[in-house]
């Protein structure tokens, strides 16, 4: 990797009390603006706006984090805005602490929190101030710093997943991935491409990057003869079984590797947001063993952790649900063919792939370069998920591929901050072509042609449940998420009494 600077300007001397107080002083003038815009909320001395901030301020450091640790699946389903609530009714109870503080309606209390947040995100974007690098540059003050050339380099996999090459070479060209078309300039990487055997999807070329082999995965789910029922590798049941076939203990992730949303481990030591690892995580009497090895739920507690992330992903989880109406509502306008149906639940769902996940696993990649793992895989499903509702390249589909260069390229920013050298490679599991589904092609679907050839009466395939949990669609439209199996992973391994019963459920 070629050396590079990181955007952003870093405090250089006292940054961080420099920082504590402009927070403080801005939530005080804040409160102030809110003391007279707001209805049903008064302060009336000089000192109570100072010290209510100086208490919020402790609030969001010390009770935020509490609240995650109970109530994670909440702000998960609600992207970010449950957990203002539930803060809400914290920031209550510090204004009735006050003495001559008057709120009469906890939508006040909300409005403040929500504020609170935003202030510390302007304040960030204001200063120009790098988190990633604040927090990098912090902790390897805090560990007396050390030589990266001491190890040898690590390697950053991060797969983009259903990215074919063709698409990609035009995303390059066309300004799409800006992040991949500087290191081809700078010629620190090329592009090439591969082929996939016969079965053409993650499962298969998941199973044999992280394991080695992918004998006998004859797709992502298929009929077992020997066992007389259906495979499939999203189920964190058969994902176990398949990977126990497969793993010889020397996968690609073995040596304390790390391994964040894939489907298989690779024989990692810490994973998050892994299928297989699930049929572990899941049974009530592993878990406590599962505990002892990796900490559940490695990355998403910490994002959510931080107020200021979880009103990020509620404003952009807000805007990619703008965005996949204004995109479907174009499509049917305009008559594009071919397109699926994607209304329903799917605008709602789209946002945990697309945002949610991404920002999550961004989160759990930057732990890992800050602890050193040697080698990490990651799976960026957003494209794949749009891409199989919008078509490959279709405007709203390419939009989601800048983001995830973008994160690409924050990640690439970090790395040269990280306590060793990190090379970033970037690659695909599988491609894909853009045409009709078997039904609006043929006027049937596959069951019914199976059904009509075998002279029997046609059975209808079983429904399936949007995350396990939502109502189902129907199988012949495209109306909920194409990859949930990620937003899966965090459910089942979120702690906590919400996240328990959400397990049980799933």
Known sequence: MSEGHSPGRVLRT???????????AFVTGALIVLDGWLSGFAMRSWWQPPVAALLLGVLAAVGWPLVMRIALPIAFFTFGLGSFLL???????????IPGVEVTSFRTSVV????????AAVISSVLAINEDEVFFRRV???????????????????????????????AVRDGSMPTLAAWLRSGSHVLRSWHTDWSSQTGASQCGILQGSNDGVVGFRWYDKERDRVVTVSRPEDAAEVE???????????GDGAGRGNL????????????????????????????????????YYAYFANPVNALRTLAVSLVDVYRELTAAAAQRRADVRP???RGGLYPLARPGTTVIIRDVVVNALLEDMLAGRPVVYADFVGYDEVAHHSGIERFDTLEVLRTIDQQIGRLWRAAQLAPRQYHLVCLSDH?????????????????????????????AAPRRRLLGLLPPARVDDSRRAAEPWQVTSALAEGSGPIARRLRDRV
């Open 244 to 254: 126990r076939q497969h793993s010889d203990g020397r996968g690609l992730l073995a």
């Open 431 to 459: 491609g894909q072509t853009q045409g009709q589904t078997f039904a609006d092609r043929f006027g049937e679907t596959v069951e019914q042609l199976i059904g009509r050839l075998c002279g029997g009466p046609v059975v």
């Open 87 to 97: 803060m809400g009714a914290g920031v209550l109870a510090v204004f009735y602490a």
């Open 339 to 341: 397109r699926v149906k």
């Open 140 to 170: 390897r003050r805090r560990s007396g710093g050390g030589d990266a050339g001491d190890r040898p380099p690590g390697v950053l996999f991060l797969q983009i997943d259903g990215l074919g090459h063709a698409v990609a070479r035009r």
């Open 14 to 24: 006292g940054r961080t009390l420099a920082r504590l107080l402009l927070v403080w």
């Open 264 to 299: 298989f481990t690779g024989d990692a030591a810490h994973v998050s947001l892994t299928m297989s690892s699930l049929a572990v995580v899941v049974a009530r009497g592993s878990r406590r063993e599962r505990r002892s090895r990796d900490r559940i739920g490695a990355g």
């Open 112 to 119: 403040v929190a929500v504020a609170m947040s935003g202030i």
